[in-house]
């Protein structure tokens, strides 16, 4: 629950994204430290100024000061993206006519490419890599496997529970952002391991909900999967990024460079539109540039 703040016109807002738009607390707080910051420049600057009286210079003016302090473009087209966000639901409350973001441009950011395992580091680290012993060491390999093999962010995986799993069905139904269902299929081999890790839970984990618990039977917390992945993923790849959404690139990549369609790995990320899959075909045409050049006798 995001705490109220002091101004009224943000607090209504806010709640229309927890209650009826239903984001994440970690969503709703990015919103709420954007609008505050900028609400207290409204209030700093322009004395006696109501929200209605906002316009695009005063905002141009809040985002100029952000950029001398050295904000990046992305940060930037963040602020921007809440602002417009919260202007939109005040035209739709019928509070404004017009949003001052009109006139707003937002400032181009150079895409980065996804940084994605190699296949055959992803191959080694499954295969030969030594685990920590006992349930700890059995856990995280089993974490970093249904990463792999699904491309879940960290927290679908570390709030899975055992009855989103249909073992039968070898399909695991994943609540994504916005509380999205969406489907997921997993192999055999997996679907097998799965079930015997079920099978071979701790006791102390009985009435726990969670597919993954430590040994504690405990629920996995995020700060202990970041670490024992990055732990993991630098044994086998020398990327600077060793986070769990590095396995979640590694799955789109690896399914875009064996032919797999857009639209099918957009489903199976559970993007809400196609341009943000699109940034994997770029990785695609990479390994075709690769492959010319290795194959093509006037390369």
Not at 137 to 149: D, H, N, P, R, S
Not at 159 to 169: G, R, Y
Not at 275 to 295: D, G, S
């Amino acid at each position: 629950m995001i705490s109220q703040t002091r101004y009224t016109p943000l607090n209504a807002f806010l709640a229309y994204l927890q209650f009826e738009k239903r984001y994440s607390v970690h969503t709703l707080t990015a919103y709420s430290n954007d609008l505050i910051q900028f609400f207290d420049f409204i209030e700093t600057q322009y004395e006696g100024i109501t929200f209605y009286q906002i316009s695009g210079t005063m905002v141009r003016s809040w985002l100029a000061g952000l950029k001398e302090a050295d904000m990046t473009g992305k940060s930037l087209n963040r602020k921007i993206s809440s602002l417009k966000s919260f202007f939109k639901y005040q035209i739709q409350q019928g509070q404004l006519t017009k949003s001052p973001m009109d006139t707003v441009i937002s400032p181009k950011v150079n895409k980065r490419l996804p940084a994605f395992v190699a296949e055959n580091d992803m191959e080694q680290l499954l295969t030969n890599l030594a685990f920590a012993e006992g349930w700890k060491g059995y856990t995280e390999k089993m974490v970093i496997q249904l990463f792999y093999a699904t491309g879940m962010r960290l927290s679908e995986l570390i709030n899975c529970k055992e009855s989103q799993l249909d073992l039968s069905k070898r399909i695991i139904k994943v609540l994504g952002k916005g509380n999205k269902e969406r489907i997921l299929p997993i192999s055999p081999a997996l679907a097998e391991e799965l079930k015997k890790y079920l099978n071979e839970k701790p006791s102390i984990a009985a009435g726990n909900p969670h597919l993954f618990v430590t040994e504690k039977g405990k629920a996995l917390q995020p700060r202990a999967v970041y670490s024992f992945v990055k732990f993991y993923l630098s044994q086998v790849t020398t990327l600077q990024k060793k986070s769990p959404h590095i396995l979640r690139h590694s799955f789109a990549t690896h399914l875009m460079n064996n032919g797999a369609d857009l639209n099918a790995v957009k489903e199976l990320l559970g993007h809400a539109s196609l341009a943000a899959t699109q940034v994997y075909t770029h990785n695609t045409i990479e390994k075709l540039k690769e492959v010319f050049a290795k194959a093509h006798p006037k390369a």
